[in-house]
């Protein structure tokens, strides 16, 4: 991220002029943007040379600290300790503006500690290296040994491939079966326990469909729901900030934007009850749906009080209170189940406009185990009897719908009528039309040419979404175009749909021959 100094309008362009070093020029404009921005509100506690400020952005306050927690600042800065602080001052001021408080002051922390930390440790350092690199370089004269500790942390860096650590999902079974959990409750709660944990229930219910962040959900409107066109509308507010580089406001209408969605009207309807009961009387400084539990200086329910009533609700539901469920979760959950039962330009927007790509990358290499998880849960509660959600349905085929064929069986009835179109659709690598080992119509009748079969399926829906995770990063970068990325997203889900297809065949198998065998 380069910090801009000031902008410049000249005849029909703009010229951008960067901050490249922390001398005096920079300290003085930075000390005014500090009197700026603690005019304004955000910063609310603090002078330029006091060693820790509170700012806000009206949705969390955060204070910065801007000395040593543990240690002292070690030589290889080439700076006092003080001196060092007042450069990490500096940049923080200058960061107004371009991220939220929070980040902002995780970044302080960090170059904090990278001060503090030894040259081999400095070489090594891995948190936010990209500001690490810029603020090293931005002190005047790179004193000491900052360039060759800028130099190592950028060999790392390149090495590492550049890349974040991905968000760290549960096992997908662990949501499908808290998803029944819901429910369960839900039928039998009381109505205190419906108020208390109404905000649980509706987040899990609308962003697991609605890839929402969950302070977008916290800050649902309190006015959210209406009728238009004999439809539902919720209104919600999504930040402006993920996408492109926009100027950070710290207020909740510059930093977010109001979007429409239609819901399903049995939501709309227990939206509308939990106003009436809780909320009608009930007046915060937000003016959000959810009230908060206790008064705060921040007007609306927290996700640290989120959290914490997610977790009684876990305790509740599940008998576990450390049930591998997250508020973070769902918006990817839905981005996954979205992906695997049909992307929308939603979706798209969504994935190429992520600002960085942390978006369980570990599951979008490995979809082929949301695809197991779904049939076998769904196979192991209702033993095959029943349909699946969605268009996920587990056949019943019985006798006479399998059509004979060398070395096993087809289930495409159209086959007996002589039609091929679905036979065209499967070939081999040289070209080869009518394949059957590549076909999800074909069950073959040896064991082991099943378990080839079924590894072959559960291949290509892995290479299939680590191709997408490819795709988004080179939209990301601007060498593509979001319809790249649902040309991906069709492939993705015939894949998903092929593999979902040979498993469900296969526990049928089983089924069947456990029936037979117990008559």
């Not at 500096?90 to 922390?109: D, H, P, Q, R």
């Not at 990209?130 to 900052?146: E, K, N, T, W």
């Not at 609605?210 to 009728?227: D, G, N, Q, S, V």
């Not at 918006?331 to 992520?354: D, K, Q």
Request: charged fraction near 30%; hydrophobic fraction near 35%; aromatic fraction near 10%.
């Amino acid at each position: 991220m380069r910090m801009v100094a000031e902008l410049q309008d000249f005849e029909g362009y703009t010229k951008v002029f960067l901050f490249r070093e922390l001398d005096a020029d920079t300290r003085e404009k930075a000390e005014q943007r500090f009197a700026e921005y603690k005019d304004r509100g955000v910063i609310m506690e603090g002078s330029f040379e006091d060693d820790a400020w509170l700012v806000s952005d009206e949705v969390r306050h955060r204070r910065i600290r801007f000395m040593p927690a543990e240690g002292d600042i070690r030589d290889w800065t080439g700076c006092t300790g003080s001196c060092y602080c007042g450069y990490v001052r500096a940049y923080a001021v200058l960061l107004l503006g371009c991220l939220n408080v929070n980040t902002i002051a995780e970044i302080s922390k960090s170059l904090i500690r990278l001060g503090c930390a030894s040259f081999e440790d400095a070489c090594m350092w891995d948190v936010y290296t990209l500001h690490a690199l810029q603020f090293l370089g931005m002190i005047p004269g790179s004193p000491g040994y900052v360039g060759p500790v800028m130099e190592k942390i950028e060999e790392n860096r390149t090495l590492d491939g550049w890349r974040k650590h991905p968000r760290k999902l549960a096992d997908f079974r662990y949501y499908l079966r808290f998803g029944r959990c819901v429910n369960d409750f839900w039928k039998t709660a009381d109505d205190t326990a419906r108020e208390y944990f109404f905000p649980v229930y509706l987040w899990w219910n609308l962003t697991s469909i609605l890839p929402l962040r969950a302070t977008e959900f916290l800050l649902l409107p309190r006015k959210c729901i209406r009728t238009q066109d004999g439809k539902w509308i919720l209104t919600v507010r999504r930040t402006r900030l993920k996408k492109g580089r926009r100027k950070v406001g710290y207020t909740i209408d510059a930093d977010y934007e109001c979007h429409d969605y239609e819901i399903p009207g049995w939501m709309a309807s227990e939206i509308l009850t939990y106003k009436e009961n809780c909320t009608e009387n009930s007046k915060h400084p937000r003016d959000t749906l959810f009230v908060p539990e206790r008064k705060s200086s921040l007007g609306y329910l927290t996700y640290d009080q989120m959290r914490r009533r997610l977790m009684e609700f876990r305790e509740a539901a599940t008998g576990r209170a450390d049930y591998p469920v997250n508020l973070g979760d769902t918006r990817h959950l839905a981005m996954i189940s979205l992906i695997l039962s049909g992307g929308s330009p939603v979706v798209c927007r969504e994935l190429a406009g992520h600002e960085s790509f942390d978006i369980s990358s570990n599951y979008y290499a490995n979809l082929s185990t949301v695809v197991e998880s779904i049939v076998y849960e769904k196979h192991r509660e209702h033993c095959g009897e029943v349909s699946l959600e969605g268009s996920l349905r587990l056949r019943g085929a019985g006798q006479g719908v399998l059509t004979a064929m060398d070395g096993g069986s087809c289930d495409f009835a159209g086959i007996r009528e002589g039609d091929i179109s679905e036979c065209m659709k499967s070939f081999r690598e040289s070209g080869h039309f009518g394949d059957c080992m590549n076909c999800h119509h074909f069950y073959p009748e040896k064991p082991g040419l099943r378990l080839v079969m079924r590894e072959d399926f559960r291949k290509r829906v892995d290479d299939d979404g680590i191709f997408l995770m490819e795709m988004i990063e080179q939209v990301r970068r601007g060498n593509g175009a979001q319809e790249d990325i649902m040309s991906v997203l069709l492939r993705l889900q015939n894949s998903s749909a092929a593999y979902r297809k040979v498993l469900e065949r296969d526990l049928e198998g089983r089924h069947d021959g456990k029936a037979e065998k117990n008559r």
